[in-house]
């Protein structure tokens, strides 16, 4: 199998300008984990929920927050997003994502279509997904 036949098809993004509070929202909407970061709709960096928690301020969604706690919901992609992001073909085998995910310590890698645009996310989840359907075949069909 290859990475096209599991990767997230549906991929959502943002833009170097988007602020921190906008992104979050996405998050919370998509029930997703990670956000490629785009300029002109070419990939620059990747941003995840976790860089949102690290850098946004505890107080920022509170009525005590000071200017602090509120300028760390407008801080913008640019300013906090992973600008090395590793990516995979759609033709990479599973196997071949899998050791990159594994090997680069990373949760996901975008997926790069041959004109150099986004065409697909690859997710731990997918991959875990993937692994366990094939398990259970096997295991129904002995």
Do not use: W
């Not at 970061?37 to 969604?61: C, N, Q």
């Not at 994502?97 to 997918?126: F, H, N, Q, W």
């Amino acid at each position: 199998m290859v990475v096209a036949d599991i990767m997230t098809k549906k991929v959502i993004t943002a833009e170097m300008d988007d602020t921190l509070a906008g992104i979050r929202k996405v998050f919370e909407l998509n029930k997703c984990h990670h956000i490629p970061i785009l300029k002109d709709e070419r990939l620059v960096g990747m941003v995840s929920d976790r860089d949102i928690l690290r850098e946004l301020s505890p107080l920022a969604d509170s009525r005590t927050a000071d200017i602090h706690a509120l300028n760390s919901l407008k801080k913008k992609a640019h300013q906090i997003m992973s600008r090395h992001v590793v990516t995979v073909s759609p033709d990479d085998t599973l196997e071949e994502a899998t050791r990159i995910i594994l090997d680069k310590g990373i949760s996901c890698v975008p997926v790069m279509g041959r004109e150099g645009y986004v065409i697909g996310i690859l997710t731990k989840t997918d991959l875990l997904r993937h692994y366990a359907n094939q398990n259970q075949t096997v295991t129904s069909e002995a």
